[in-house]
C-alpha cells in the first residue's frame, strides 16, 4: 500500500522494544477483548513483531473459554509470564490506564487501542481510542481492510463474536464501522462456530448465582436494581442486561459486594440518562467509574465505603437521585 497505515506506525513504533512486547486487555477478558487481542497479534506478527497476550484475572464466562478453545487462542495470567518486566513494552487493548479494571503491569505502556471513554493523555506513543465505536473487534477488523490482510477463518469469527457480544447482537451502542465491520468480517467467517459458542453462554453455576440474584431486583421509577452476591464481573454486567430486558425498566444499576468492595454495572435505554454518568455520579468521592452512555462500571474500594450508610441505601439512593435530576424529576 502507498500510504502508511496506523498499524505501519504501531508496527514500527514496536519494533524498536529494548525487551518483549505484550499486549494486555482489561482483567477479565470478554469475547471482544479476546477477539481483539488475537487480531492484532496477528496483524503484528504479519509485520514482523512477536507478542504474548497477558491478562491479570481469571477468565469467567463460558464463551469466554470457550473461544480460546475453539479458535487456539493464547492468553496466559500475567503472574505465569516470568519474564514480563520493566523493560518490556505493552500494547493496551480494550482498556487504558487508570480504568479501574486494568492492572498496571510492571511493563511500559507505549500503545493503546480501545473503545472506552477516552481517558485523557496517558503517555501513549500511538493511540487508537474511539468512544463512539460499539465494539473494539471493529476497530481491529478495520485494520485488516485497510491494509490488505484478509482474515483467517477463524479470527475473522472471533471477531464477528466481539462485535455481536458488545454490541448486544448489532442493537446497542452501535456505529456505523460496527455494520460495516461486521458484514464485510462475516464473508469470512464460520457460521457453525458462531452457533457453538452462542451455546456456551452460561454454566450451571452461573444460573444458580442469578436465580439467587433476581429475587432481589427493585424497580423504582423505571431503575431496576440489583444486588448479585458473586465475585464474576462478567456475570454482573449479563445479569444487568437481562434486568434491562423488564418492560418496566430503562435503566439498571446492579453491584456486587465483595470483600474489596464493591462493584457495580450500569445500562440504561434511557437517552437522558448516560449510564457512564451514572456510575460516576454513584460512586463520586468513594471510588472511580466509567464506560459508555449505554453500559459502564465501576468500583468502589471496601475502605471508602462510609461506616454509617448500609451499601444497598447509600447506592440507591445515589442512583436515584442522579436519574431524577437528569430526567428533570
Given at each position: 500500500?502507498?500510504?502508511a497505515?496506523?498499524?505501519?506506525?504501531?508496527?514500527?513504533?514496536?519494533?524498536?522494544?529494548?525487551?518483549?512486547?505484550?499486549?494486555?486487555p482489561h482483567n477479565v477478558p470478554d469475547p471482544d477483548a479476546i477477539a481483539a487481542c488475537a487480531g492484532m497479534q496477528h496483524l503484528l506478527g504479519l509485520k514482523g513483531v512477536k507478542t504474548v497476550i497477558v491478562y491479570d484475572r481469571e477468565m469467567e464466562k463460558a464463551d469466554s473459554l470457550r473461544m480460546l478453545a475453539l479458535f487456539g487462542i493464547e492468553m496466559i495470567p500475567a503472574k505465569a509470564a516470568a519474564t514480563l518486566g520493566e523493560e518490556d513494552w505493552a500494547l493496551l487493548v480494550d482498556g487504558q490506564k487508570g480504568g479501574g479494571n486494568l492492572t498496571?503491569?510492571?511493563?511500559?505502556e507505549v500503545a493503546c487501542i480501545d473503545h472506552h471513554e477516552y481517558r485523557g493523555n496517558q503517555g501513549y506513543r500511538f493511540e487508537d481510542i474511539r468512544p463512539s465505536v460499539g465494539a473494539c473487534s471493529s476497530i481491529v477488523a478495520q485494520y485488516f481492510f485497510?491494509?490488505?490482510?484478509?482474515?483467517?477463518?477463524?479470527?475473522?469469527?472471533?471477531?464477528?463474536?466481539g462485535i455481536m457480544k458488545d454490541t448486544e447482537s448489532l442493537t446497542r451502542g452501535l456505529s456505523d464501522l460496527?455494520?460495516?465491520?461486521?458484514y464485510r468480517l462475516y464473508r469470512y467467517a464460520d457460521p457453525s462456530l458462531i452457533k457453538a459458542l452462542n451455546g456456551a453462554q452460561l454454566t450451571k453455576a452461573d444460573l444458580d448465582r442469578y436465580a439467587e440474584a433476581f429475587r432481589s431486583v427493585e424497580v423504582y421509577g423505571g431503575i431496576g436494581f440489583m444486588r448479585l452476591d458473586a465475585p464474576d464481573d462478567s456475570l454482573l454486567?449479563?445479569?444487568?442486561?437481562?434486568?434491562?430486558?423488564?418492560?418496566?425498566?430503562?435503566?439498571?444499576?446492579?453491584?456486587?459486594?465483595?470483600?474489596?468492595?464493591?462493584?457495580l454495572s450500569a445500562r440504561s435505554e434511557d437517552t437522558a440518562v448516560k449510564a457512564n454518568a451514572l456510575v460516576r455520579s454513584v460512586v463520586e468521592g468513594m471510588g472511580f467509574g466509567g464506560g459508555h452512555d449505554h453500559m459502564a462500571g465501576g468500583f468502589i474500594p471496601a475502605d471508602r465505603i462510609p461506616a454509617e450508610r448500609g451499601?444497598?441505601?447509600?447506592?440507591?439512593h445515589r442512583a436515584i437521585a442522579y436519574v431524577e435530576g437528569a430526567r428533570g424529576a
Open positions: 500500500m502507498s500510504e497505515t496506523k498499524l505501519d506506525a504501531l508496527a514500527a513504533l514496536l519494533a524498536q522494544a529494548p525487551d518483549e512486547v505484550f499486549i494486555q498496571d503491569l510492571p511493563t511500559d485497510e491494509n490488505g490482510a484478509e482474515p483467517p477463518r477463524k479470527l475473522a469469527t472471533a471477531l464477528v463474536f460496527d455494520v460495516e465491520m461486521f454486567g449479563a445479569a444487568s442486561d437481562i434486568v434491562l430486558s423488564l418492560d418496566t425498566v430503562d435503566v439498571v444499576l446492579a453491584y456486587s459486594v465483595r470483600t474489596g468492595g464493591v462493584k451499601v444497598d441505601t447509600l447506592l440507591r
